[in-house]
């Protein structure tokens, strides 16, 4: 055994039980900031009401909190099943895959609910860049710009193709023009914004470089595929 390898093995082990127990800490504070608006919705979302729970913002942060657990459970289902069939890289590839879903299906939620005059108020198109910017304010600009954050953060972790920062602002920028699309085709009350793209974009790369570190190679495509099994020696 390698000693000088257990040793470098450790501090890293340690760095990544630290990180993560800094990140449940600060999702417990959050949650502990925000615990009284979510509440609000606890009752309605616990009796399986849609008005209350599903069509509030409240209710959607909510269920996605409540389903954290679930996502956890479905990210070591499918880590198990690939370290069985001797797929490397099993932890990354399963966790990327559900935290592509679980952190963006909320936030595209978020953006399809219709508004009061939802399909009576005429569409609405905003194409002049940086117009819109003022109007958002901090917590609009923050929200637009977690849209497609987890998407950013994990694709390059998940597919070798999108590892890199202008592949990344192309697929931040492709799925907010079809969200803002299907709001105007839908008209849902909301403004098609060309700022909503920019801000949805940026925030796809920004959460992609906060990964950089873990994006995956050309050179890791073929570990998609389970190891060979060694043939029995004759």
């Not at 390698?2 to 093995?9: E, V």
């Not at 959050?30 to 608006?37: M, Q």
């Not at 202008?166 to 849902?188: D, H, K």
């Amino acid at each position: 055994m390698n000693h000088n390898a257990s040793l470098s093995a450790s501090p890293r082990r340690t760095r990544r039980i630290v990180l993560f127990g800094l990140a449940i800490l600060g999702m417990a504070s959050a949650v502990f900031v925000v615990r009284r608006p979510l509440m609000m919705s606890a009752p309605m979302c616990m009796a399986g009401r849609w008005h209350g729970c599903f069509d509030t913002f409240n209710g959607v942060v909510l269920m996605t909190l409540v389903a954290l657990p679930l996502a956890a459970l479905v990210v070591w289902a499918l880590a198990r099943r690939r370290r069985v069939a001797g797929v490397t890289s099993a932890w990354r590839m399963s966790l990327a895959e559900v935290g592509m879903v679980h952190g963006t299906v909320p936030f595209l939620w978020l953006t399809m609910m219709p508004g009061a005059g939802a399909g009576t108020v005429p569409n609405r198109v905003s194409l002049v860049p940086l117009r819109d910017l003022v109007t958002m304010g901090p917590l609009g600009i923050v929200g637009n710009l977690l849209v497609f954050a987890a998407l950013g953060f994990f694709a390059p972790m998940r597919f070798a193709a999108l590892a890199s920062v202008p592949r990344i602002l192309a697929l931040g920028a492709g799925c907010s023009v079809l969200v803002e699309t299907a709001q105007y085709v839908l008209r849902l009350d909301r403004v098609s914004s060309v700022d909503d793209v920019l801000v949805n974009a940026a925030g796809a790369v920004l959460a992609a470089l906060a990964s950089r570190r873990w994006w995956r190679t050309a050179t890791e495509a073929p570990s998609d595929q389970p190891r060979p099994v060694p043939a029995p020696a004759g």
